[in-house]
C-alpha cells in the first residue's frame, strides 16, 4: 500500500454518510490490509480464516489490540511519520502504532471533536494531562497540541501539578463567561478535586481515562460523581482513545459513547471472540477505525462493552486476564 492510496481513502473516509458506504470501504480496506499487514495476515490464517471469502464486515476477523506490543502493525511502503506509543506501568511494554500519514490523524480527531463540540475557536481549552505530558509519543498530547493551537485562545494550554494556577486560571474564566473545556486524566482530575473545589456550571470537563497505575482503579460512575461535585457541573463527559487507534468516540456524561461516521463498534462474545453478539448484551469491544487504513482497521480490544441502539456503546470495565488470549499466536 501506498501513500498515494492513502490520500485517496482518506478523501473517501471523512464524506462517509450511510452504513452501506462504511460497509464497502470497510471491506475493501479489509482486502488490502489482510495481504500487506504481515502480522495481521499471519494471524487471520493462524485462526482458519480465507480472507478473501469474506464479504461481509461481519465476518472481518479483529486483531488483537495486544499485538501492538509485539509486532509492527503497519501496511505502507514508505516509512511511517510518526510513532505513537501507549502509556504503560512499570515493567508493562508499551503498545507501538506506526502512522504513515498524520493528515489522517488530524482530520480524524478534529472533525470528531467539531462534531461533539463545534468549533475548537469558541474555547478556551485547558489540558491537565501530566502523566503524559512526561514521557514522549502520546498521541493525546498531540492531539491536545492541536486542538490548543485551533483554540487561537491566550488563555488555553497545559497544566501538570499547578493546580493552584488551574484553580485561578478557571475562576478567570467563570468570571469572563468564557466557554471552557478542560481535558484531563482521570487520576489528575482527582487529584485537583482533593484540593480545590470549583463551582463552574458552564464547565466542561472531558476526562480520557482510568488511573493509568497511579491508584486503585475507580468505576466511571464514582469518578464522575466525585468530579461532578469538584468542578459544580452537572455532567462529567469522556473521551473513549487509545494509542492504537486514530478515532475518538465521546459521551457527553450518560454514559453512552458516540463515533463518528467512519468508526464502527461491535460487541464480541466473551466466550467465543469470534462471534459478534446482538445490541443490548455484554461483550469484549471490537472496534472499526476506517483512519487506521495505514496499519489496522480492525482492532480487538481489552475492553467491555454494551451497544444500544443509534451505534452507542457504555464501557462497564476492563475484561480480567485478557492479555492470555490470542497474542501467544504470533509469539515465539
Known sequence: MSNNYLQSIKERIFRIDSPEEFNGIALEI???QSFECEPYRQYIELIGVDASSVKDVMRIPFLPVQFFKSHRIYCVAEEPQKQFTSSATTGMVPSVHYVADLSIYQESFTKSFSMAYGDPSEYAILALLPSYLEREG???????????????????GYYLYNHNDLYNKLEELREKGQKTILLGVSFALLDYVEKFTSV????????????????????????????RKGFGVEHIHSEYGMAE???QAYSKGNGLFATPPWMNVLIRDLNNPFRIIEDEKLGGINIIDLANAGSCSFIETQDMGIKTAGNLFSIPGRIK??????????IG
Open 200 to 227: 463552574f456550571p458552564s464547565l466542561t470537563v472531558i476526562e480520557t481515562g482510568g488511573m493509568k497505575g497511579r491508584g486503585i482503579e475507580l468505576p466511571r460512575e464514582v469518578i464522575h460523581d466525585k468530579l
Open 30 to 32: 479489509f482486502r488490502h
Open 138 to 156: 502520546s498521541s493525546l498530547i498531540y492531539m491536545a497540541d492541536y486542538l490548543i493551537r485551533q483554540s487561537g485562545n491566550t488563555n488555553s
Open 321 to 330: 486476564g485478557s492479555e492470555l488470549r490470542g497474542c501467544n499466536l504470533l
Open 245 to 247: 487507534l486514530l478515532s
